[in-house]
């Protein structure tokens, strides 16, 4: 009764494995490698049926398969998916659904956007809403055959939108029994722990020796002990392929003396795995331990090794992190995602949390403090170096916090920022639960410059309302205000204009009674974006005026040339701007441009340039507007600026039909009218006008 031996570093039963890469652009393969499996060809079987029975009617086989964590969905997906790999010729797309992580489950349209850019989509052509990223994924999977595995759904409503077009198969797999996609076509299967001789072909396995055949008695014992959970069968089986010469009965004793605690440790019957790591835990050296309980204290599920060398950062004389991840990894309490990304499976990090729990109060809640100083420190790192500028507040850092390296260039930064994105909103949400609320708006002001360039309008707002409730806890108006501008402009951005404009008043009014004449001065600016945004261009245009002006008097020369970028673009806001209009346009245009150019504020600078392209363009200068016109381009391309390379193309497809080039103008505009459709921002519409205007057909999506 041997076989393979088990994956160094793998718990199965549900632990997530790294992902592969895409073989191309057009053929992503991301389901996770197959292992071979002991037993359950009956539930095989019946994957098979369902399969075929979808086939012979809709042509689209649904399967939900459900059970209790650790008894092996996903390794009994895998392993069937894998096996039907000839009949889905055009890929296979994988995603965790986060349903039983501590951060929540993952939103739809996050999932959404990652398997658009594995079927080819470019991530500044995704589209911003999630209807129209889940419209998009239809149209891109009808006619394919694909496999998608959606791991560790929470609810029906959550799988929905993840379904593909035509002849595909998508595998649900999750704890609850989601009876809700029975009205979407779904079959059901719900998987069991095994029977004992079952879990005894998966103990040998997984030795990969005699010792189950020489001690067959004490082998059905321990996967009864384990309660047939194959998770618990796996995990106690490695502990002894880790020691060849010790029997099957000194694991059985031990998890029979350690079954007291299991009530303490159970949800949902998962008992067997609870004694199982407690085992395992307690065979670790104190470094690791302390890092695995650690561990249970970080906020979201993925981490980086920065975090472990931050959560043992009060005893550097233990060596190097790393070394004590890799013997975590080896101890089976730990997933490798490759690229120094590590994952607790949820089951282990339950367990982790409550060892955790063990701890002095003040021990934690130092471990709590090092691990946000570290998700502080890094994030206003990545500040520094994409938008020195905004960087205005001061940080209430710890002593020596690890800072994420990441390099010194802008596209690290952001890649940071972006990888990271998911554990800085659970940080915000955990330094406002766990009493550090200065932590909390810093983190939400030291990530700024991911949201004004990736548009994640709905986290823009969540985190901004988290940051505000702990600003005013902090009692810090600055701070308030603070929030109330940055939290503002996302809520401009989302199309919520009056509630921006109220916010953007509360914050002026703040900076007003507390004697801040230079933020008092910047909020015009905010006032009238919100103005113009609602058609009161007058009043927007006095807002700009004083900006310019105050903000000159307080020798903010940034934030008066944003004013004058402001009322160049108000100027130009007309179709077809008057002659005297676009002479004042040009002139801010130019102005600005030069002034945010000294201040090394590259993403205004080539938004001036745009603005000054189209002054020159309706001035008649077709030479000067083309230079001014593809340097910005160039500049915003090269940022991933998707609504402000939007805006540079139309206006170069306007120089185009000006110089009697319509061929080109279609070509710029049709991306135009892409872009601005994708990212779901103003200016489609106007667009596809033009577009009409030079007429013949349109490029399908446009």
């Not at 570093?9 to 632990?15: E, L």
């Not at 949201?451 to 988290?466: E, G, I, P």
Request: with cysteine; charged share 25%.
């Amino acid at each position: 009764m041997q076989g393979p031996s088990l994956q160094a570093g793998t718990v199965y039963g549900g632990i997530h494995l790294g992902t592969a890469q895409p073989r191309d652009a057009q053929q992503p393969w991301q389901l996770p490698p197959a292992i071979r499996i002991a037993g359950r060809a009956a539930e095989t079987a019946a994957l098979e049926q369902l399969r075929d029975q979808a086939e012979q009617s809709s042509g689209q086989a649904l399967i939900a398969v459900s059970g209790l964590g650790g008894v092996g969905k996903t390794v009994l997906v895998l392993s069937w998916l894998h096996s039907n790999r000839s009949r889905f010729p055009d890929g296979q797309l994988y995603a965790d659904l986060g349903g039983n992580g501590t951060a929540g489950p993952v939103a739809p349209d996050e999932i959404l956007g990652s398997f658009l850019r594995a079927l080819g989509v470019p991530s500044e052509r995704i589209p911003r809403t999630a209807g129209e990223r889940a419209g998009l994924y239809r149209s891109l999977t009808a006619g394919r055959r694909l496999a998608v595995l959606l791991d560790d759904a929470f609810t029906a409503a959550q799988v929905r939108p993840l379904l593909p077009s035509g002849r595909s198969v998508a595998v649900v797999t999750s704890r609850w029994r989601l009876t809700g996609l029975s009205v979407d076509g779904f079959s059901a299967l719900h998987l069991e722990p095994m029977g004992v001789d079952e879990a005894v072909e998966l103990l040998a396995v997984t030795l990969d020796d005699d010792r189950v055949d020489r001690e067959l008695a004490e082998a059905r014992t321990l996967v009864n002990l384990c309660s047939g959970l194959p998770l618990a069968v796996r995990v106690a089986g490695a502990r002894l392929a880790a020691r060849p010469q010790r029997a099957i009965t000194t694991m059985v004793r031990a998890l029979a003396e350690e079954r007291d605690r299991l009530d303490v440790l159970a949800i949902r019957g998962d008992h067997a795995v609870r004694a199982t790591l407690d085992l395992s835990y307690r065979a670790l050296p104190e470094p690791a331990a302390r890092l695995y309980r650690g561990l249970g204290l970080h906020p979201g599920p993925h981490f980086g090794a920065g975090v472990a060398a931050t959560v043992l950062a009060a005893d550097p004389g233990q060596g190097d992190p790393v070394d004590w991840l890799d013997l975590l990894i080896d101890a089976s309490l730990l997933s490798d995602d490759g690229g120094d990304r590590y994952r607790l499976h949820d089951l282990v990090r339950l367990h982790a949390t409550a060892q955790a729990a063990a701890d002095p109060p003040e021990v934690r809640a130092a471990v709590r403090r090092r691990i946000l100083d570290h998700y502080l420190a890094s994030a206003t790192r990545a500040e520094e170096i994409l938008d020195p500028h905004h960087r205005s507040l001061p940080r209430e850092l710890g002593p020596d916090p690890v800072t994420a390296d990441f390099g010194d260039d802008s596209a690290g930064a952001l890649a940071w920022l972006e990888a990271e994105r998911s554990n800085l909103m659970a940080a915000v949400h955990c330094a406002r639960r766990d009493g550090f609320p200065a932590t909390a708006w810093q983190l939400v002001d030291a990530m700024w410059p991911l949201f004004v360039r990736r548009k994640y309008y709905a986290d823009w707002r969540a985190a901004h309302l988290d940051g505000l409730a702990a600003a005013e806890v902090c009692g810090d108006p600055a701070a308030v205000a603070r929030m109330l501008t940055s939290g503002g402009l996302g809520e401009l951005g989302a199309g919520g204009h009056v509630a921006a404009l109220e916010m953007f008043s509360r914050a002026a009014e703040i900076l007003r009674e507390t004697g801040d004449g230079l933020g008092f001065a910047r909020t015009f600016n905010y006032r009238g974006l919100a103005f113009r945004r609602l058609g009161r261009s007058a009043e927007a245009i006095r807002c700009f005026e004083r900006a310019a002006e105050e903000c000159a008097q307080y020798g903010d020369v940034r934030g008066a040339a944003l004013a004058r970028l402001n009322l160049a673009e108000t100027a130009l806001a007309p179709e077809h701007p008057q002659r005297a209009d676009a002479a004042a346009a040009e002139a801010q245009a130019a102005a600005a441009q030069a002034v945010l150019s000294a201040e090394q504020d590259p993403y205004n600078a080539a938004r001036a340039g745009v603005l000054l392209g189209r002054a020159l363009l309706c001035l008649g200068r077709y030479d000067a507007a083309e230079a001014h016109l593809d340097q910005a381009h160039a500049e915003l391309r090269r940022m991933t600026a998707g609504r402000e390379v939007a805006k540079a193309l139309e206006t170069l497809g306007e120089l185009a039909e000006r110089r009697g080039q319509p061929e080109l103008a279609r070509t710029r505009y049709e991306e135009a009218a892409l872009l601005y459709g994708e990212l779901g921002a103003p200016g489609a519409a106007a667009a596809r006008a033009r577009l009409d205007r030079l007429g013949g057909p349109l490029r399908p999506g446009t």
